[in-house]
């Protein structure tokens, strides 16, 4: 009886299955559409302005039978240099040359860009270099006029800055603003300035001292010419002032 039950039950679920897909196949086809389909032509007007255009003409030129020397040249180019770029997979060795070439190209158009020194040579080396033996002597000592002239006579404008620092030290030295001494740095003389009027002109000209000597580039003559007004205002501006035990404070 229940073996019975379970078969009419799947019966009737079968038989609904099949009623349910007939009447959705009778419901699409109700709604096919059978009307006429009205076939459209191709303008052949336009076809053929079309094929005047230049825009639409995508066959390859052929090559000259005598070609120009500038068709040589931008063949030769295309060949040996844009298609090796363009295509690395191709040409694997000479795209990766290309590339680093590119690349050096890059990097010296930047070292330049930031005036950095690119000479290797050793007399152009040996004339940049900064020599500390100023700062070993005593500078109340040096002619310092003598000095500066003899290093711009050379070209040897670093030092000439470096002299015209020890200069402003010197002078500061004597007004009795700062304490020298050999062993101190630049921002222990800007500390002993800290409270006076020199204060803030000492920082830029500290500043532009160590910029140019310490700089990795080389220092021509417009460098030098845009750094030695500074130094000149700083002194003019300190002589006109009275020593330390007078007043300076600001």
Not at 190 to 219: K, M, N, W
Request: hydrophobic fraction near 40%; charge should be positive; glycine fraction near 2%.
């Amino acid at each position: 009886m229940n073996k019975l039950l379970k078969i009419s039950l799947w019966s009737l679920l079968f038989g609904g299955c099949l009623w349910a897909l007939s009447a959705k196949a009778q419901q699409t086809q109700d709604d096919w559409d059978f009307s006429e389909v009205k076939q459209r032509q191709f303008d052949q007007a336009k076809i053929e302005k079309y094929k005047k255009d230049k825009r639409f003409q995508y066959q390859q030129t052929p090559r000259p039978t005598q070609p120009s020397i500038w068709f040589r040249i931008s063949e030769w180019l295309w060949r040996n240099i844009a298609d090796p770029l363009s295509n690395p997979g191709k040409h694997p060795v000479r795209s990766t040359i290309y590339y680093l070439i590119v690349a050096g190209i890059l990097i010296y158009a930047i070292l330049k860009l930031i005036n950095a020194d690119l000479s290797f040579s050793r007399s152009k080396k040996s004339q940049s270099q900064v020599t500390f033996a100023e700062i070993e002597e005593n500078i109340h000592e040096m002619d310092f006029d003598q000095l500066i002239a003899e290093a711009k006579s050379k070209q040897n404008y670093r030092r000439a800055v470096r002299l015209l620092y020890l200069q402003i030290l010197k002078k500061l030295t004597d007004k009795a603003l700062i304490n020298w001494q050999i062993d101190k740095t630049n921002h222990d003389y800007e500390r002993e300035l800290a409270y006076t009027s020199l204060h803030q002109s000492f920082q830029a000209v500290t500043l532009r001292f160590e910029y140019v000597c310490y700089g990795d580039f080389h220092i021509n003559r417009e460098t030098y010419d845009s750094t030695e007004p500074i130094f000149l205002e700083f002194g003019a501006k300190l002589a006109q002032l009275k020593s330390k035990s007078t007043n300076v404070l600001s």
